[in-house]
């Protein structure tokens, strides 16, 4: 079967362009092609590799269940075995990869919230030939490091676009809710906030893994400062915390978050949840598959140096009731 069409759907601005569409079976009898000609066929779904998907994550993160659906789904898509798993110990992480590399994989797909302590085991993936890309955090060390691309977002980016929002709701001192320590990327987000919201920025660090500490902190910190008046969480379960959190207070402060869950949306359609930066993390899952397949099949590389972004886009009111049903299904 010919792939050809899958891919363009995939890839959408990444064009492979030369692809006729015209023609069917009444010109191909009038004027047939000589054998010499006819267009080459993309690679066969079959023996599509065996690829490692490596996270940060604690497993049950409803965030990173959406990126291993799309993981998954791009395996099965393209005859490929994908095994998925995930740690938030940077350590066992790194061992994770270790693992691959000596299974000898065909790609491994990794994010990098501590980019360091990743480092020797990346280099060794690279050393033995292991194509690797990069996904969701460490953008800046991803091409330092010897990956093919990275897929994801800029958070310093997303993070500017979430203040700009906020800044226009009225949100004059902000709480930013860290609820991984030594994530670069979560800092980088309030970062970005801080830059264009033009009021303060205050740092809390939470147990992400823990809603009941994440609950207990949000509400005394906004109860001992009734100056905050908004929230930003960085992830859907402290967003969800975070909306009880202030409800208990009796605070009026408002409330956004990056990343989606069913319960955000939903939170987001009731007006309790001002809006979601949203990465579309499926892609992050499905992306990364779909061009290890191609650099395996087709020696493909993706991006040409630079970063593939699946974000950031924004989930408000307007459009939330649109990306709820997708959300509840697990590919938003």
Request: proline share 4%; aromatic share 4%.
């Amino acid at each position: 079967m010919n792939r050809t069409p899958i891919v363009l759907a995939l890839l959408g601005a990444l064009t492979l362009t030369g692809c006729s569409a015209g023609g069917g079976q009444e010109a191909a009898a009038t004027a047939p092609a000589p054998a010499s000609a006819a267009p080459p066929s993309a690679p066969a779904p079959t023996g599509g590799g065996n690829f490692a998907v490596i996270t940060h994550a604690a497993p049950g993160d409803a965030f990173w269940d959406v990126v291993k659906n799309g993981a998954e789904a791009a395996g099965k898509q393209y005859g490929a075995t994908v095994t998925y798993q995930g740690d938030g110990d940077a350590g066992k992480q790194s061992q994770l990869i270790d693992q691959a590399v000596s299974q000898k994989v065909d790609g491994i797909v990794v994010s990098m919230a501590n980019p360091d302590a990743l480092k020797e085991s990346i280099g060794k993936a690279v050393a033995a030939k292991i194509p690797v890309i990069t996904i969701n955090s460490g953008l800046d060390r991803s091409k330092e490091f010897g990956a093919l691309t990275h897929v994801g977002q800029s958070e310093d980016v997303a993070g500017r676009g979430a203040g700009e929002q906020l800044k226009a709701a009225g949100v004059t001192k902000l709480l930013c809710v860290i609820h991984e320590a030594g994530n670069v990327g979560l800092d980088q987000r309030c970062k970005g906030a801080e830059a264009t919201l033009g009021g303060s920025v205050e740092r809390l660090q939470v147990d992400g893994s823990n809603q009941a500490d994440v609950s207990s902190k949000v509400t005394a910190r906004v109860q001992a400062d009734q100056s905050i008046n908004g929230v930003l969480a960085l992830n859907p379960g402290v967003a969800v915390a975070a909306r009880d959190a202030l409800k208990d207070a009796g605070s009026q402060a408002k409330l956004a978050t990056f990343d989606l869950s069913g319960d955000v949306v939903t939170a987001i359609k009731d007006g309790e949840i001002l809006f979601a930066v949203d990465q579309q993390q499926y892609l992050q899952g499905y992306l990364p598959i779909t061009f290890l397949y191609l650099y395996k099949t087709n020696l493909n590389t993706v991006g040409g140096g630079l970063p593939v972004n699946t974000g950031p886009g924004f989930v408000t009111k307007d459009n939330a009731e649109q990306v709820a049903k997708l959300a509840e299904s697990g590919t938003r």
